[in-house]
């Protein structure tokens, strides 16, 4: 335990050292620098390796923060980027995000190798030192520069496909939220007219049933006003029909 508080005192201590040296103009290079990193990946926020701890986030985060935090750094733009660092630094901390993210750091470096077999296969020099070293050649190149912009430019490009993949997913997955919902807007609207129109039939019952009824028992009789054609007389008041006079030649 006491090592443990006499190690956190000497970090402490060293913090201060630190930032006792640290300029406004590094203050203010580091705000632009965070402000400029790519989006997706949060250990370019953190400026720390793909191979980092938790404990290693912590340290780097708690380094940076008060390096751009708001109360000490004047740049117009601090409070954006110390809130960049707490959000690279929660999701790292995340063990779903932190594998997520892991996940596409290993894709990048199989593709990566895969094209420096290739590559080698037309460099007969370098294929026969890769053999000779048994993997070292390959675990040098991995180590150095060159590999690591590789990697992280990689790394960039498979993230950007995978938020992509999940923005499409999304914008799927909302049109067919607003079909589903426009459906069932009509369905309730189609149902609503319905429904009127069933209540307004049945306020209209007692309506049609009097005016049947009262069909029914004058319906023969004349109306009002009608005027009928009158009656022919008949030659023979015994006969229904009319006799219609023979022509006689």
């Not at 005027?227 to 006799?243: C, G």
Request: one cysteine or more; hydrophobic letters at 30%; glycine letters at 2%.
């Amino acid at each position: 335990m006491g090592e443990t508080s006499s190690s956190v005192a000497d970090d402490d201590l060293l913090l201060k050292t630190f930032f006792a040296e640290v300029s406004e103009v590094q203050r203010d290079n580091e705000v632009i620098r965070i402000l400029s990193c790519f989006k997706l990946n949060p250990f370019e926020y953190l400026n720390l390796p793909f191979d980092s701890s938790p404990d290693d986030v912590k340290k780097q985060y708690r380094k940076l923060s008060l390096m751009v935090h708001p109360d000490k750094c004047k740049h117009p733009q601090a409070k954006e980027a110390f809130a960049a660092l707490a959000k690279a630094q929660q999701l790292l901390l995340d063990q779903n995000e932190r594998d997520y993210l892991l996940s596409q750091v290993k894709s990048a470096k199989e593709e990566l190798r895969v094209k420096r077999k290739k590559q080698l296969k037309k460099d007969t020099a370098s294929k026969i030192k890769s053999l000779v070293e048994e993997g070292k050649y390959d675990q040098q190149y991995e180590q150095s520069e060159e590999f690591q912009q590789e990697l992280r430019m990689k790394v960039r490009e498979l993230l950007t496909e995978q938020e992509w993949r999940r923005r499409k997913m999304q914008m799927r997955i909302s049109e067919e939220e607003g079909r589903l919902k426009k459906d069932e807007e009509e369905q309730k609207e189609m149902w609503k007219r319905k429904r009127e129109h069933e209540e307004e039939w049945e306020g209209t019952r007692e309506q049609r049933v009097s005016s049947w009824r009262d069909f029914m028992k004058g319906g023969k009789k004349n109306k009002k006003g009608e005027i009928r054609p009158p009656k022919l007389k008949t030659e023979d008041p015994n006969k229904s029909y009319v006799q219609r006079p023979v022509k006689r030649n």
